[in-house]
């Protein structure tokens, strides 16, 4: 495909996803995050590290919007700031885990046999494990900085993927046209990015938006229990954590960052099930004609 | 008409809305009138609106449309004005609706018996002890042999033709007045077809029911139905009593389309309609038809023709009644079909083919346990160079098993394939050189599947371009548009997607990407069932065209003996992976023939009032291959005796490479056998 026809289908679906109540309530959710991520060092009104003394857990004032922590930090400016890291890793990570995932996902599928077998019980066996448990382990073993957090994140959030995209391939090569190219003679590969890949992408990108918000839960997760972002850097996760303790005192420092990571979790959600309407994937309301 | 009629439709339009609220019409001024005891055919092409029209004689519409106009009129009262409640009292009760695929409408999970009880329990006031005995009853009088047990059995456990029994044994269950029939035979074998067809006739006239048949095949109309209705692109063009209708329609449309349709007593080729119909909802002036009719004249382009009285007691809705005759409805599109010279050497030979879907275990394989029958066993056949072979058999006769191990997609047991006389194919396509691959073309039954839906179609021509002869750039263009050209489609549908061609067009798609590869052999597996009648014609010139210029060998797998008839040098008759009979076409469709060719042919239904077929008292389909003796033993009607059962027959020669596979001598074989 062309990079113009590209582009053109990209916005149509856009279009089509806006004239959805769901995905203009969604992608405005989460185009308001994103721009708040990348603006919020210029936009924010204090310095995260600037402490304050004097005032600690005071509620939200002219000056402190949303009030103060427990070190006399600004929780509005902190709030701001505090989904840059998530977002940045799990912008990163969401999309490698669909790449490792979903063409491992389709070859198995095209595949079959032993290899599909014995992989996809490795993949069984992984998924029976609570999801947090082997990303603690692999935090404790090897530290918990941004480059061990995001390829950790996207292998493990790759795993789903691939029963997803083998499901969906599983679909695609009972078609015949997957036995035309088999009897023609391409190569396998061939026939994966040629024939099964341009009809597993809507999947994958509904698949995607899904992960990308498991994943933010689970990062905020790890920041909860510290082994995420490591302070003094602002993160939700990580302020929830910190003002749980004075939440009947402060009530303040722990809705505002809640707030925050629920309402880009819900527009990435209704993103995903505006995606899902548009590219007909969700057929439950589908018309005749 | 002197009672009045039971399904009353007057001035049904029906649409749905489009971009900025304007109504697109599907259905537009459908008048109808079906009494008691009468039978009425629907007729049209895919597209046509006759699915929707007969939903909404049951007051049912798809999710999208909705009525505009008019009034369904059901025992006196609009159906449409009725409560909900009343609905689901009539439907399924007084108005049985038979789907045109009953394996899907049957419930998977729930036994037959449960399913019907539940009918039984809904619209019949017996009492709950007597339900089972009036089930049994339901399944005799649709002639499931058995019926105690098939109460016990679930959907996929009986064959499409038991299933369809069912679904009307189902539809009986609520003593129906009305009955609609939505394709209620397609997809089923030509013998099931016919027996199937013999006893909704039956229940028409014993129960006195009112029915409505859709269907787009002629030969099924012309069997059971008093009156037939044509509707194309929504709108009635010609409605009238049956045997007129069938022998001298008075509207171009209904005179092209049964030009279309190959016939069995016919070697000429079908002439194929040009063109294709509006879509639904889209706005026409004038004639629905004229871009199509060969009469048309300026004034069918602006002024839409009334109903008005054709030929007999026919009404038509065209504007020259009188001319329409001009139209042959024969037909001979001048093609003559290619013939292959005898002497041509062979393309392609199978040596004793046996192919299993079953894999022998190993605990099977150390205790040496005999083997289930093969799926298909001893295939021996030679393709010449140049010849198209049509291989003909019932659904589960391994025709389009036997294409897939030719195409090098399931590995055959034993036996071997060779190009040419001499040189042996691998198995499997991996085990095939790139030329060999590019000699063996297959086309598929259905375009919908075997063309990529993202791919456009320079996309879907350039893999075998690319593949074969590495081709890039200017010479892939002009390679493709040469191909398109070839199949009739222009250079302006390179960009195109699947989706946004008609059937026809997708299928000349699949038979362009198909000769891109420069094939020797092209292998069609049914490769015009899809595809509405007028279309399929179409299909069948333009294979004939390529056969000729080209010089490709054929191999035509097809249900239907008319198509195989018109296309094939030779027909090699199949039962349950086994081969019967083969010969010159001319050979195979007279005398002597192999009590299943006889069967089969018989159960053609022509698109004919006079014609009807022949049927077997007793038959029904098998499952699987005997294990010892003729696989047809089961159900021949002229069987030899015990060594029909203990003995495989002999092959018996009468000449020109006609051979049949029988124990009967062929002075037997000579006569009819059914009637």
């Known amino acids: 495909m062309s990079t113009a026809t590209l582009t053109a289908r990209v916005v149509c679906i856009l279009r089509d996803m806006l004239a959805r109540p769901s995905g203009a309530i969604g992608l405005t959710l989460v185009g308001l995050h994103l721009v708040i991520a990348v603006t919020s060092p210029w936009i924010a009104p204090f310095d995260y590290t600037e402490m304050n003394a004097t005032m600690t857990l005071s509620g939200p004032s002219a000056e402190h919007w949303l009030g103060t922590d427990h070190l006399g930090r600004d929780v509005f400016s902190r709030m701001l700031l505090g989904g840059r890291e998530a977002l940045l890793i799990t912008g990163i990570a969401t999309p490698v885990a669909l790449l490792w995932g979903g063409f ?94 341009p009809n597993v992408t809507d999947t994958l990108l509904v698949e995607g938006a899904m992960r990308w918000s498991w994943m ?19 993160d939700w996760g990580l302020m929830v954590s910190d003002a749980r303790v004075y939440m009947s005192l402060a009530p303040w420092g722990v809705i505002a960052p809640v707030i925050a990571l629920s309402t880009l979790i819900i527009g990435i959600n209704l993103t995903a099930d505006a995606l899902a309407k548009t590219l007909g994937l969700d057929q439950s309301r589908k018309a005749v004609v | 008409m002197a009672n009045p009629p039971l399904i009353d439709i007057r001035k049904l339009c029906i649409g749905f809305s489009g971009r ?31 699915s929707t029209l007969a939903l909404a004689a049951m007051g049912y519409l798809k999710h999208g449309l909705e009525k505009i106009d008019g009034e369904v009129i059901y025992d006196g009262v609009d159906m449409f004005a009725r409560s909900p409640k009343e609905l689901q009292r009539i439907r399924g009760g007084k108005l049985g609706l038979i789907p045109q695929n009953s394996g899907q409408s049957l419930t998977p999970t729930l036994r037959i018996g449960q399913q019907i009880d539940e009918v039984l329990h809904l619209h019949c006031t017996l009492p709950k002890a007597l339900h089972e005995a009036r089930a049994i009853d339901l399944l005799t009088q649709v002639r499931l042999p058995d019926p105690r047990a098939i ?14 029994r069912v679904a009307i044994a189902m539809a009986l269950a609520g003593e129906p007045d009305a009955l609609l029939l939505d394709e209620p035979t397609t997809g089923l074998d030509v013998t099931t077809q016919a027996h199937i067809l013999d006893l909704l006739r039956e229940l028409a006239v014993t129960r006195k029911m009112a029915m409505v048949y859709v269907s787009h095949d002629l030969g099924v109309i012309a069997r059971v139905c008093d009156r037939v209705l044509v509707l194309y692109a929504g709108e009635t063009v010609l409605i009238g009593p049956a045997a007129e209708v069938l022998r001298d329609p008075a509207h171009p449309y209904a005179r092209a389309l049964l030009a279309s349709i190959p016939r069995l007593c016919d070697q000429q080729l079908p002439r194929a309609l040009n063109g294709r119909p509006p879509s639904p909802g889209s706005h026409h002036h004038g004639c629905a038809f004229a871009q199509r009719c060969a009469l048309a004249t300026e004034t069918c382009r602006t002024e839409r023709p009334p ?30 079909p290619m013939v292959c010279p005898a002497d041509s050497p062979p393309a392609l030979t199978l040596k004793d083919v046996t ?60 036996g071997q394939i060779l190009l040419d006389d001499n040189t042996l ?57 040469a191909l398109l050209d070839a199949v009739r489609l222009g250079a302006s549908y390179l960009d195109r997607r699947p989706g946004q061609l008609s059937g026809g067009e997708k299928q000349r798609v699949a038979v362009a990407r198909a000769f891109a590869a420069d094939p020797r052999i092209v292998l069609c597996d049914e490769i015009t069932s899809a595809l509405d009648v007028s279309v399929q014609a179409a299909v069948l010139e333009l294979l004939n065209d390529l056969k000729r210029v080209h010089g490709t060998a054929f191999i035509f797998v097809s249900h239907n003996l008319a198509i195989v008839r018109v296309l094939s040098d030779r027909v090699a008759v199949l039962y349950q992976g086994r081969l019967c009979e083969i010969g010159p076409t001319a050979a195979v469709y007279s005398q002597p023939s192999h009590p299943y060719t006889e069967v089969l042919l018989s159960a053609v239904l022509e698109p004919d009032p006079d014609h009807a077929p022949r049927l077997l008292t007793e038959d029904r389909a098998e499952l699987s291959p005997p294990e010892r003796g003729c696989p047809f033993q089961r159900r021949c009607p002229v069987k030899a005796g015990a060594i029909c059962e203990t003995d495989a027959p002999p092959w018996q020669e009468t000449g020109n490479g006609h051979a049949i596979r029988c124990h009967l001598p062929l002075t037997a074989l000579q006569n009819r056998i059914c009637g």
């Not at chain 1, 933010?216 to 602002?234: K, Q």
């Not at chain 2, 109903?307 to 024969?330: F, H, K, N, W």
């Not at chain 2, 150390?366 to 295939?379: D, K, S, Y």
């Not at chain 2, 259905?446 to 839906?453: G, V």
């Open chain 1, 104 to 197: 491992l996902g389709v070859f198995l599928g095209l595949r079959g046999g032993w290899l599909d077998e014995v992989l996809m019980r490795v993949v069984d066996a992984f998924l029976a494990l609570p999801g947090i448990l082997p990303l603690l382990v692999l935090i404790t073993v090897f530290g918990s900085g941004g480059e061990v957090l995001m390829p950790t994140l996207a292998f493990f959030f790759g795993i789903p993927v691939i029963r997803v995209a083998r499901a969906a391939a599983h679909e695609v090569v009972a078609r015949d046209f997957i036995s035309a190219a088999r009897a023609r003679g391409h190569r396998p590969l061939d026939i994966v990015r040629r024939e099964l890949m």
């Open chain 2, 307 to 336: 109903m008005t009285a054709g030929a007999g007691s026919q009404s038509t809705r065209c504007l020259y009644p009188d001319r329409v005759s001009e139209i042959d409805i024969r037909g001979g599109g001048g093609a003559v």
């Open chain 1, 216 to 234: 933010l839960l689970g990062f905020s997760a790890l920041s909860f229990l510290g082994f995420g972002v490591a302070p003094p850097r602002p």
């Open chain 2, 151 to 164: 109460l016990r059995r679930y959907p996929h456990e009986l064959s499409g033709g038991q299933q369809q």
């Open chain 2, 20 to 50: 900025g609220g304007t109504i697109l019409p599907v259905l537009h001024d459908v008048d109808l009138a079906v009494c008691r005891g009468e039978s009425l055919g629907i007729v049209g092409e895919s597209g046509s609106g006759k």
């Open chain 2, 355 to 414: 192919i299993r879907y079953q894999r022998p275990s190993l605990l099977a394989r150390l205790r040496h346990r005999a083997l289930n029958p093969a799926t298909v066993e001893g295939i021996s056949l030679t393709l010449r160079h140049g010849e198209s072979l049509g291989m003909v058999g019932e659904s589960g006769s391994g025709k389009s098993t036997i294409l897939k191990a030719i195409a090098g997609l399931l590995a055959p047991a034993e």
């Open chain 2, 425 to 481: 194919l691998g198995t499997t396509v991996e085990r095939r050189r790139p030329d060999q691959l590019r000699r063996l073309q297959i086309v598929f039954q259905n375009p919908d599947a075997s063309l990529n839906p993202r791919q456009s179609v320079a996309e879907i021509l350039s893999q075998p371009l690319r593949l074969y002869f590495g081709l890039r750039g200017e010479a892939l263009q002009d390679r493709m548009v």
